[in-house]
């Protein structure tokens, strides 16, 4: 059997990206080996750089270039609101929607007992710890509607004591939707219709 050439080694590592099938990646592999001077050599060169310099926020858990992120680096994000959010992705989904302005904490998962995730599994103790180092009046739950999300909404709230706010995404949120997926519309009107949780 012999090594596979490396288009075909592209097209393979391409089709294992989130929304790309095999045919999907054949496409975009055909077209960018199409266009190589204008597409190939500046996305190496862009995937090299990220490879080098991406990372983890120290602080909330965003992914960027510097330990900590530019959302948590800004003094006028910090207004006491911290938004608890499932992955980077739907951190991402909410500041396309210019609608939050306060911090973001990624929690890494959420609490699944099929899955074995409990909640020494995600990033709940630094949560906790940036309630004694950051003056935080508020946290917004914008966590999956999924009964794994709604599980892990109920423990964040009885782990984090009677002195903060804590809050959810009003409904418009649709149940079994994931933030990613949403347009800036739904997740913008969400967030101004949070209530008490």
Not at 2 to 20: D, V, Y
Not at 86 to 104: I, N, P, S
Request: net charge negative; hydrophobic share 45%.
């Amino acid at each position: 059997m012999t090594a596979p050439s490396p288009i075909e080694h592209l097209i393979a590592l391409m089709a294992r990206l989130p929304g790309l099938g095999p045919r999907s990646a054949r496409r975009a592999v055909l077209h960018i080996v199409r266009k190589r001077a204008a597409l190939l050599a500046p996305l190496a060169e862009a995937l090299q750089a990220v490879a080098q310099t991406a990372r983890e926020c120290l602080n909330c858990g965003n992914i960027d270039t510097a330990d900590i992120c530019p959302i948590c680096a800004s003094a006028a994000r910090a207004n006491g609101q911290i938004c608890v959010v499932e992955d980077v992705a739907d951190l991402w989904a909410m500041e396309r929607t210019g609608a939050f302005k306060g911090r973001y904490h990624v929690l890494g998962g959420t609490l699944s007992a099929l899955g074995g995730i409990g909640p020494e599994d995600l990033k709940i103790p630094r949560l906790k710890d940036r309630l004694q180092t950051e003056q935080v009046g508020e946290i917004i739950l914008a966590l999956p509607a999924t009964v794994d999300g709604q599980t892990t909404a109920h423990f964040i709230a009885d782990e984090m004591g009677a002195d903060i706010t804590i809050s959810t995404l009003a409904q418009g949120v649709p149940i079994g939707g994931e933030l990613d997926y949403l347009d800036e519309g739904t997740i913008g009107a969400a967030l101004a219709a949070r209530r008490a949780f």
